[in-house]
Every structure is written in C-alpha cells, then in structure tokens.
C-alpha cells in the first residue's frame, strides 16, 4: 500500500504543477510533458491496483479506450528489443536446419481438447457464430502435431521453428508479466531418430540461444519422466494419484518442501510415509555423478526407472561432446506440468529472473554433501511463496510464468506419442493401436517475454542503448530557410532509391529549430541542410550528430550534391 | 465441374498406380511419392468442392485432422517466400522512418462496432466466458486508430509499420485465395502535417515497395471522396442512398457499366436519370488533365468537390517531383468500400493479378479519347463476372481479395476522423464537439496473400528458385564409415559457434547414401566428410554440391581440419 499511496501523492504533485503551468500561460509543450507524467503515473497506479485508469471505468455512454485484459499494445521501442530478440532466435534455429512454418491462430476445438490437464480450463473459445467450434491455440506444441498427423509422410523427419503468440485465459498480474496473449519461440525435432541424438542437441540450442541473447548466468535443469514414474512407483503412489503428486513436486522451485509435501499428504490425501519417501529422492540434484547413486538405490530395479536413466546416461556423453554439461542441473524436482511429455524435460532458468529472496538457480552440491538419502532442500527454504518481482517504473515489464513456471526462460521435453495420438483419434482407431505409427519428437519452447523484461532492465542502464531508438532514420534532410518542401522532396526521394533511411519535417515552411527537436528527438546520426545558396551552387552541408552540444558548435561539412549519395553510403 | 470430373478421373488412375505397384511389392519410397499425389489431388477436389477430405468427413468418433475453415498451414517453403515479402516491406517502411508497433489480436468488441459498415458482420467474435466482450481484429487501421487515442500526445505524430494477421468471417474461396485469416502490412502517418506531403509520401512507398517486390507491372488508381461526394450532390442522389450508391460504384473494376447501373437503379431504387448522370461521370479516367476538365463541369460550384480537386492537383504535384506519376491512373469510379475515408483514396492493381478476360488495370487513355462527358467503359467489358481465377497445381494460390477487392494488392486512404470518434468516445462528447482534437492520418495496406501468389507463380518456373529450399543449412557432415556419432557432433558445433549452419545426420551409424539424399533433397552446398583416416592425419574432405550428377564424380577437396571454419566462411 505504501508504494500506491506514493503513488497518489506523486500524481497530485503533478497535477498540481499543471494546473498552475496552465494559470501561467506555460509554453504548450511544457503542459503536454507535465500531462503525459501524469498519464504515466496513472497507469502505473492502474496496474498496481488492477483497476481501470479513471476515464476508462466505463461511464454510463462511454467507451472503454483500453486493450483487452492482459493484452498490451508494444510500443516501437519495445518492438526493437522483441524483434531482436526474434532474430537471435531464428538465427540459433536456422544454424540447426530448422524450417519456420505457420499455423492458424484458432484450431478447431477438438484438437485442443485432452492435452492440457487442468489447464484446459484456460482455453478461449470463439463464439459459435454456426459452422466449426474452434478455440485459439494454447501453445505451439499441439498444433505442430496436428500438423505432423496431417503430413505425416512429408514431414516425417523435420527440425522447425515457430514464433507466434498463444492465448491463455489465465489470471494476469501485468506486474509479474503474466499475460494473457504473449509469444512463443518454439523449436522441435520430429523423427525416428537414434536415442538422445535429438535431445542432446535441443540442448546445445538452449544454450546457444540464451548465450547470444545474452541474458546472463543460466543453468537448465533437467530430469527425466520415467525416472519420476519410477521414482512414483517404488515409493508407493496409487497410480492415480501419479498426475496430482506430479504437480505438486513441481513446485519444489516455488515452495519448500514442507509445503509440498503437505500439500500431497492434507490436500492430496497420501500417504506421510509414502510422501517422505518421494522427498528422499526429488530432492536431490546434481550432475552424472547423480545417476550412479540412484543406479544404487532400489530404482535400479524398476524397469521404467532403468530405461530413464539409460537414456540419461547417453545424454550426458553427449552433452559432454558439446562442451555444455557444465551448464545443466540434473533435478530430481523438475516435473512439469503438461500430459503429453514422455522423456526427457527440462527448464533454463536465470539468477537475473530469479524472484527477490529466493533463488532458483540450485546450485550444485558437490558430491559429498549428497550423501545417499539426504534431505537437501532448495536454496533458500521460505516459509511462504516468493513476492511478486517489483515493477519497473514503467510498468514495462512482461513476464510469462505461465508457460514456463516462475523464473524458467525456456522449457520443453520429449513427446513421443502427441502425433500418434492424432492419427488414432482421426482413424478412429482405439488409442494404442495405431501408436506405432506417431511420430517421436523432442522440442523447446522459450519464454520471450521473460528474456524482454531481463534485456529491457539491462538496457535502461544503458543511455546509449541500442533499443533506444524507435525508428531506423539515418538522414534527416533540413531546409534551412523558405522551406523549399520539393527540394526536400527530391533529394528524400533519391536518398530512399539509394537504400538510405531518410526523412523530412512534412511541412511547407518548418522553422529551423523544429526540424533540429525531431533530429535531436530521434538521435538521427546525419542532417543534410538544403538553402538557397547551397542549392544554386550544388551543394549541401552535412553535420554529423554526435551529441547534443557539439550539435551546435559544427558549422557541417560541404558536400557536392552529387556526391552525397556516396558521401553517405561510405560512413553508414 | 469439367475440371473436377477431370480431377476425380485423375485421382483413379493414381488410386489404381498405387495398388498395382504395391501388389508388384515395388520400394516403399515409390509407393509412398504415388500416395503423396493422390493425396495432393484429394486436397485439391476438396478445395475445389469446398466439401472436407475423404477422411476428414468427421465419420462417427473419429477427429476430423484439419484447419479452421478458411485458415490454412504455411509449409517451410512457403515461410521462405512469405518472410522475403515481410522483410522487403519492413526495408521499405523503414527507409521511411516507420516505427513498428503491434497491438493484440483480439480488441474490446466496442471498439471494432461501427466500423466496417455491412461488412460488421464479418467480424469473429470471442465467447463470453465471463468477463469482457472481445472480437477477432478486421483490419489493422482501427487498432491502430485506438492506440493513437489511447496515446494521444506521445504520438501525435508517427509513422508507423504493422504486418500482423487479421479475421473474416467471410465466405472463403481458398482456391481465390480468400481467407478467413490473412496477413495485412500496413504503413500509416499519423499527424497535422501540410496537406497532401504524407498522402504523397504514401504513393511513393506504394511505388517502391512493388518495384522491390517485383510483381511486375502495375498502377496505381486514385481518387478523392470529397469529389466523389461532390458528384453525388450534384447528380442529384439522396444523402441516405450515397453509401449504398458508393458501394455499386466500387463496383466498376469487376462488373461493366450496365450491370453497376442496374444495381443502382432496380436493386437500390436510384432515380435512372440520375444513375446516368454519375456514370457521366464516374467512367472517367486519365492523368491530371482530367481535374481540368472536371474544373469546367458543375463540379466546378460545389464546395466538396472544389476541396478534393485543390488537393488533386496538389498532389499531382507531389507526385511528379517523386517522378511517380506515370504508375497513377485518376479514377472517378473507385469507390472504397470502408466507411472511415475523408480525403484520397487508392488501389493498387497489376496485369499479373488479373482475373483472365478482364484487364483490371484501366489503360490511361490519350487526352483526345476522353471528350467531355464521354461514358468511356472498363477496358474490357463483360456481361458476367469474371470467372475465378484458376488455382495452381498445388492448390497453393492464397489470394486476399476481402481486403483490397479484386486484383488489386494494395489499398488505402485517408482517414481524418477515426481517432477523433474514439477520443468522443472515450470523453462521453458528441461527435462532433471533440473532432478538431482528433490526429488526421493517411495509410496504405499490402495484401501480402496476392503478392505471395504472383511471386509464388513466378517462382515455380524456375527450379533453381530461391524459394525452393526449405531451410538455409550451409554444412552437412557425412560420416564416411563407422559412424562416427561423437565426431560429428563435435565438428558441427565448432560450425555452430563459428554461426555456420550445419547439420549432420541423427543416426549413430548411418548409411552413406542416405546422407547424401538428404544433402541431394535439401540442396545444401557443401558436404563435409569425416573419416578415420581423415580423422587420424587431421583433415577433412569437402564436395561443393554443384548439380546432382557432378556431385558424384567429384572426390572432393582436401582441407585441413584447423582451417575448415575459415576456408568455409570465405566460400559462404
């Protein structure tokens, strides 16, 4: 409450000031900074109560001038950052042979139905306006194998990316990024491939890709589903209760174990011994050292168990061969919440995203202190769940927990029977029979808006961001007296047939120093001046933008005007 | 039904190909290629029919494997050719100082209300499943309008890009390339700037981005509504009828004189008289001089139309010092059918994009030609529609004419009003009380689904297309024998690090020759094979793929294994 009601006292001070701008007959421009402060202000008051900013609660005839809840506008300065990262991305994804393709936004309603859990709830309908039910899509896993099961012989063996929004009906907290529309850039391996051969190397992209967004210290924990299922059945757990224990040691990077695990006793109803049990091994992680403990322990004799840890086994080798092994966590914890994972799962996550007082970085014991059965805990034990990681001033920060639990950056695992699964369903054939013919694959999905807001944070230290930008202007074009619109005019126009990014104030007659706020405004690094005695005698002055003072000392360089084309091409 | 009849018998042959070689036990690859043309041929009748795949028909229990009706998949292919008409839009926008911005796919369903006319009915809605009413994006420009009411004094003025996908529930004719989901990129300056400056820079952009898209020939029809609404007034039409007599008009580039006059005068119960007197008017076409002729008609006294020709000629102006002048064709029957124009509208069309038998681009006739008041007709009259146009073998052709009507791939205008409405709105004012507060504004949208198409035609005639791979890997690695899992690996990610695009296949031992299919299939140009010998003296031979059958006699060269990164990056 106290930041909200320094909020208040903010937005008074401000509207204050206006009021007695505005009684002074104060310059225009300076009212509309003053007002759009306040504006600003208003909105960060908006979001840190949830309510609706005060000329859009909706007044009898009035219309709401807002986007949907947990929907956002981006604006050309975050455009530059998203696009950037995308870039990265496809970059990373392409150095691997993958193909981008596109699905519809909306599928029908029965492909989505069944994969999502609990989480089917979240679901948005379109409205049955006659014809097909659909719904948009949730994430891009379940479309790419609706795709597969479409196109099975085509596609039978591909490596494809996919960047594209999915749609959550979740609760939003704008605060921690939780959106309710956000993106997704997804990478998979579909095909019949030799064991963890596909895996390894969604691995070896993880790191590349978060090592060129540069985003910081990562590590990816990774764990194994038939290890879990192992782990489950040699401890006790009814089989039905597998999926509903399964989600609650998920939570193990959020909560301590005191919580979850009455969390599975009191609300879940199982066994305390049972429970004590699972405690002993999912609290473990570690590196390959780990699995030559649990190969020690009763696991060795579930055969589920044994066919998880041979696999990790391999993985590792692999991992090795890429120079990447010093980047994974091998946890024990890590669960994940979706049905249709049938191997390895994994998250990456950061200390940059980690939330205030709890980190979600575990770091690895050194073996020793994992003497067999201990009870290692997370990190840092709290008695309850992690604060909401802080806003920044303007209320900028988008992050998305949904996909990828809080803190993880990216996430995915392997998923060997989603395509079968499809190809039964549309044979009609009953669910295992037809198995055979799906199509394994393995994948990683990353989380863009959790990378936006840690890049977003870093680069507002930074003046001379990159991101600062929100337009690409390289030559701003400067009548510098009469306004001499279709000089302007002509020169723009073979500046833009050059390739150079040009522009001029749409004006007929713009005093001089306008022109200089827009360049001043934009940082466009070069300004042409056109006037009547350049023009006659075939020149222009070109000043070099360098900073804000020197602006004003340099006279500018001369240039005949028909070399500047060349001028320009040779130092952009 | 010729061609469907045709298609069916096609599919027979291929039907009864397939069970003979499989009853001959021919190789599985050659059965599977005569199953992937029956179901091409399948998919091609059931667009053709509209009716769903054979099995698809939703039998009893079984999941219909499909998209949306009207929305399709974009295969890797495809994303090549789509993401080459995206970047070389996004250049051109930029050279313009275009700032990109995105908004969400779904708005406040009041917000989209009243915009579109008849067509309102086109519009997706979300069901309400507790909470705000939201529906599906038409276009681009009314988002971006309320973002600009919602931001009204940091952008007051700018320039802005957005290629995004927006929704209509239209009847699709997939084989015309009408979707129900479809990108637009649109291009809008936004600002109190002097009149015709940015409606001029907006034709120049049109110019340029078609040029750079190489669709080949085009034009570019302009109009004014004020002048077209000056023709309403003085040929006498009532002020309720105006809307529904613009939307005939519209009309002109697909069906000839006689039928739009029918429309008018049976259908919408227009005085004939008067019906005679606009088409005195709206046949007309030509370049400048035609505003000089329409200054010594009744126009001349009517204060609507003297404020479209002022600004007319002003950007005739313009437009000759962007030395564009020759692309445009004054059009007095171009029409727009969007209900938010004020000032000039246009289209563009080009020869490529016409349906056959109907030229959509109007010949500019010579001065002489057009005698005051003559009823010059479309160049190529017809009594009927034009017949669809035909789709390409693969059923690929996505043509987006919901958006810019009939061949024609670009469209926009000018729209000074649309902000204000929703800041009146917003306020609770009247309309007209808050309209000076408004920001006037002036865009262009591409249908990038027509481009697509044409660019897609051109580049089926070309094998060695650019749009023919898949996927951009530069590297493949071959093991020569023994598999060598662990040093193929290694190898590909020295590549990788290096930002080299290499793949190698995920098999521990895999054939020879099918790692070269692949390197075949997928036109990767260089192969790089590692064997023990090769291994052991530190080397590595590489073939530069040139054609299919000098690949096999090359021996390939020799490169030491330390050098490959370098000796690769100076030949990529």
């Given at each position: 409450?106290?930041?909200?009601d320094?909020?208040r006292?903010?937005?008074?001070?401000?509207g204050?000031?206006?009021r007695?701008l505005?009684a002074q007959g104060?310059?225009k421009?300076?009212v509309d900074?003053e007002?759009?402060?306040l504006?600003?202000?208003?909105?960060?008051?908006s979001?840190s109560t949830?309510?609706p900013?005060g000329?859009?609660?909706?007044k009898?005839?009035?219309?709401?001038?807002?986007t949907?809840k947990?929907?956002r506008d981006?604006?050309?300065?975050?455009?530059?950052?998203?696009?950037?990262?995308?870039?990265?991305?496809a970059?990373?994804f392409?150095?691997?042979?993958?193909?981008?393709?596109?699905?519809p936004?909306?599928?029908?309603k029965?492909?989505?139905a069944?994969?999502?859990?609990?989480d089917?709830?979240l679901?948005y309908d379109l409205?049955d306006?006659?014809?097909?039910?659909?719904s948009?899509?949730?994430?891009?896993t379940?479309?790419f194998?609706?795709?597969l099961?479409?196109?099975?012989?085509q596609?039978?063996?591909i490596?494809?990316y996919?960047?594209?929004?999915?749609y959550?009906?979740d609760?939003p907290?704008m605060?921690?990024?939780?959106?309710r529309e956000?993106?997704q850039c997804?990478?998979?391996?579909?095909?019949?491939y030799d064991?963890?051969v596909?895996?390894?190397?969604?691995?070896c992209?993880?790191?590349?890709?978060l090592?060129?967004?540069e985003?910081?210290?990562?590590?990816?924990?990774?764990?194994?589903?038939?290890?879990l299922?192992?782990?489950?059945a040699?401890?006790?757990?009814p089989?039905?209760?597998i999926?509903?224990?399964?989600?609650?040691?998920?939570?193990l990077?959020?909560?301590?174990?005191?919580?979850?695990?009455?969390e599975?006793?009191?609300?879940?109803?199982?066994d305390?011994?049972?429970?004590?049990?699972?405690?002993k091994?999912v609290?473990?992680?570690g590196?390959?050292?780990?699995?030559?403990?649990l190969?020690?322990?009763e696991?060795?004799n579930?055969?589920m168990?044994?066919?998880?840890?041979d696999?990790?086994e391999l993985l590792f080798?692999?991992?090795?061969?890429?120079?990447?092994?010093?980047k994974?966590?091998?946890d024990?914890?890590?669960?994940r919440?979706?049905?249709?994972y049938?191997g390895?799962?994994?998250?990456a996550?950061?200390?940059a995203?980690?939330p205030?007082?709890?980190?979600?970085i575990?770091p690895?014991p050194?073996p020793?202190?994992q003497?067999?059965g201990?009870?290692?805990?997370?990190s840092?034990?709290s008695?309850?769940p992690?604060?909401?990681?802080?806003?920044d001033?303007?209320?900028?920060e988008?992050v998305d927990?949904?996909?990828?639990?809080v803190?993880s950056i990216?996430?995915?695992?392997?998923?060997?029977?989603l395509?079968?699964?499809f190809l039964?369903?549309a044979?009609?054939a009953?669910?295992s029979?037809k198995?055979?013919a799906?199509?394994?694959?393995?994948g990683i999905s990353?989380?863009?808006?959790?990378?936006?807001s840690?890049l977003?944070q870093k680069?507002?230290?930074?003046?001379?961001?990159r991101?600062?930008r929100s337009?690409?202007?390289e030559?701003?074009i400067v009548?510098?007296a009469?306004?001499?619109?279709p000089?302007r005019?002509?020169?723009?126009?073979e500046l833009w047939?050059?390739g150079?990014?040009?522009?001029f104030?749409q004006?007929?007659?713009p005093?001089f120093?306008a022109q200089?706020d827009?360049?001043?405004k934009e940082r466009?690094p070069?300004?042409?001046?056109l006037?009547p005695d350049?023009?006659?005698?075939g020149?222009v002055?070109v000043k070099?933008?360098k900073?804000?003072?020197?602006t004003?000392?340099?006279e500018g360089?001369v240039?005949?005007r028909d070399d500047?084309?060349?001028?320009?091409?040779?130092r952009l």
């Amino acid at each position: 409450m106290a930041d909200i009601d320094a909020l208040r006292a903010k937005m008074k001070t401000i509207g204050d000031h206006v009021r007695t701008l505005k009684a002074q007959g104060a310059p225009k421009e300076q009212v509309d900074a003053e007002v759009a402060k306040l504006q600003e202000a208003k909105k960060e008051l908006s979001e840190s109560t949830g309510e609706p900013l005060g000329e859009e609660k909706g007044k009898k005839g009035r219309m709401a001038l807002k986007t949907p809840k947990g929907t956002r506008d981006w604006a050309p300065s975050d455009m530059a950052l998203r696009e950037h990262i995308f870039s990265t991305l496809a970059r990373v994804f392409k150095k691997h042979g993958g193909s981008n393709i596109d699905t519809p936004v909306f599928e029908l309603k029965e492909i989505l139905a069944g994969k999502y859990g609990e989480d089917s709830k979240l679901i948005y309908d379109l409205q049955d306006q006659g014809g097909e039910l659909c719904s948009l899509r949730y994430d891009l896993t379940v479309p790419f194998a609706r795709f597969l099961a479409m196109n099975p012989t085509q596609y039978a063996n591909i490596k494809r990316y996919h960047i594209a929004k999915v749609y959550r009906r979740d609760q939003p907290v704008m605060t921690k990024g939780r959106m309710r529309e956000f993106y997704q850039c997804d990478f998979d391996i579909a095909g019949h491939y030799d064991s963890m051969v596909p895996d390894a190397e969604i691995l070896c992209i993880v790191c590349e890709a978060l090592t060129e967004l540069e985003i910081g210290d990562f590590t990816v924990k990774i764990n194994h589903r038939k290890i879990l299922d192992g782990i489950f059945a040699v401890c006790g757990v009814p089989a039905q209760k597998i999926r509903s224990i399964s989600s609650a040691i998920d939570k193990l990077d959020k909560l301590p174990w005191v919580e979850v695990r009455k969390e599975m006793t009191e609300e879940k109803g199982l066994d305390p011994e049972v429970a004590d049990r699972i405690g002993k091994y999912v609290m473990l992680k570690g590196g390959p050292e780990l699995l030559d403990r649990l190969k020690k322990t009763e696991l060795a004799n579930n055969k589920m168990a044994k066919q998880g840890m041979d696999d990790m086994e391999l993985l590792f080798a692999y991992l090795d061969v890429y120079g990447i092994s010093d980047k994974m966590s091998f946890d024990l914890s890590l669960a994940r919440g979706l049905d249709y994972y049938t191997g390895i799962i994994y998250e990456a996550v950061t200390q940059a995203s980690a939330p205030p007082g709890f980190s979600t970085i575990p770091p690895v014991p050194p073996p020793e202190s994992q003497a067999n059965g201990s009870h290692a805990g997370p990190s840092a034990p709290s008695s309850k769940p992690p604060k909401k990681s802080k806003k920044d001033a303007e209320g900028e920060e988008e992050v998305d927990e949904t996909t990828v639990g809080v803190g993880s950056i990216a996430a995915g695992g392997r998923y060997d029977e989603l395509v079968g699964m499809f190809l039964s369903a549309a044979s009609g054939a009953s669910g295992s029979a037809k198995k055979a013919a799906g199509i394994p694959c393995v994948g990683i999905s990353v989380g863009v808006e959790r990378v936006f807001s840690i890049l977003h944070q870093k680069s507002k230290h930074d003046e001379e961001s990159r991101w600062g930008r929100s337009k690409e202007t390289e030559v701003f074009i400067v009548a510098v007296a009469e306004g001499l619109l279709p000089e302007r005019m002509k020169l723009a126009k073979e500046l833009w047939d050059a390739g150079i990014k040009a522009e001029f104030m749409q004006k007929a007659k713009p005093k001089f120093r306008a022109q200089f706020d827009l360049i001043d405004k934009e940082r466009v690094p070069f300004a042409v001046l056109l006037g009547p005695d350049e023009l006659k005698n075939g020149i222009v002055k070109v000043k070099v933008q360098k900073g804000k003072d020197e602006t004003k000392e340099d006279e500018g360089e001369v240039v005949k005007r028909d070399d500047l084309v060349s001028w320009l091409k040779q130092r952009l």
